[in-house]
């Protein structure tokens, strides 16, 4: 299977700007901008550097002279980067329809416009694809989400069957579009504003859909394949600690958040199923002997509990050493490796 598929679509009046975010991840970023190049109708592009180490911007620039381009002095992940994009396209009078925010190590096909903008005129708000992986093109790596439902299992992320359909523009309604590749009308922003800088990165578009959704917005995922990504090449590069501690430490905040009302489970049922999956996850690790990814959700842990939010900055606090001490504990009782 062909990963863009070069077919070309009919033309809609929807205007995309799409932001794509780069972290020391310049290859990635040009192979995605490649792909971009080929879709039909062409978008406008805003491309934030994320405080990369090296500068390669004019070498992106000259391949690229059509696209826009920010340069963020500190790293403030993926909920900062993305709003500087954000902020770019709001703040200019011919401000585009939908802002489509687009993960730099994905690949994107060339009629995603065209098959996004039917979507969204059947009555949604944000939309995205199904979700596919990079290294194995026919393998979905994510559908749509539900999220802390009642009648789900004990869970926080429910799937929701999203197959694949190549002859109509199917869309099943979400709590949570992926955020990888997420298409979002202005009005959205103008109602809701931007996305909470306070997670940095994990969980920040599932707090931003679930506020849309909450404003009576409608978040949809489209049954067709229409980008392939490369799955957590980020953590690859940043290490498995850093995920750990953002997944954790974020989860609380989104509970905190939106927990209750007709579909999700109320506060108490919602903390208690929370330390349940905290406990499992610091328990894998130290079941791995990862003692760096146990002590990260120790401190992810600790840093919700007081409220610590934004860029992590890797120090281990007395709160957390007990935390660890107590999961630790329980942790031997229920047999874990001594």
């Avoid at 194995?136 to 999220?147: E, Y």
């Avoid at 974020?250 to 349940?276: A, E, I, K, M, T």
Wanted: hydrophobic share 40%; net charge neutral; aromatic share 10%.
């Amino acid at each position: 299977m062909n990963r863009i598929q070069t077919e070309k679509s009919s033309k809609n009046s929807t205007r995309f700007g799409f932001v794509l975010v780069n972290y020391n991840g310049w290859d990635d970023t040009i192979e995605c901008l490649e792909s971009i190049t080929l879709c039909d109708p062409k978008p406008e592009v805003v491309v934030v550097d994320n405080a990369s180490v090296e500068d390669r911007s004019k070498e992106v620039l000259d391949r690229f002279p059509n696209i826009h381009w920010v340069t963020s002095r500190d790293n403030t992940g993926w909920s900062g980067g993305n709003n500087l994009g954000i902020r770019f396209f709001l703040d200019r009078d011919n401000c585009p329809d939908v802002i489509f925010l687009l993960n730099n190590d994905t690949m994107v096909a060339s009629d995603i416009l065209q098959v996004l903008s039917e979507a969204l005129d059947q009555g949604y708000d944000v939309v995205g694809p199904v979700i596919n992986e990079y290294s194995d093109p026919d393998v979905i790596q994510t559908q749509g989400t539900a999220f802390n439902r009642k009648d789900q299992s004990l869970n926080f992320f429910s799937v929701i069957p999203t197959p694949i359909d190549s002859e109509h523009i199917t869309v099943t309604p979400v709590d949570i579009v992926n955020g990888c590749a997420v298409a979002i009308r202005r009005e959205v922003f103008d109602r809701i504003g931007l996305i909470d800088e306070r997670f940095f990165l994990i969980c920040e578009e599932s707090d931003f859909c679930l506020r849309a959704i909450e404003a009576r917005f409608r978040c949809g995922v489209v049954h067709r394949s229409l980008v392939w990504h490369k799955h957590s090449v980020t953590f690859a590069r940043a290490g498995k600690p850093i995920q750990r501690y953002y997944g954790v430490r974020n989860l609380w905040l989104l509970v905190r958040r939106h927990s209750g009302g007709p579909l999700r489970r109320n506060w108490l049922s919602s903390v208690v199923l929370y330390w349940r999956r905290a406990f499992y996850v610091y328990s894998h690790e130290l079941d791995l002997r990862n003692t760096a990814g146990a002590r990260a959700v120790c401190d992810g842990i600790a840093d919700a509990i007081l409220g610590r939010y934004g860029k992590w900055t890797e120090r281990t606090t007395v709160f957390a050493r007990i935390i660890s001490l107590l999961l630790k504990a329980v942790w031997r009782i229920r047999g874990g490796r001594r």
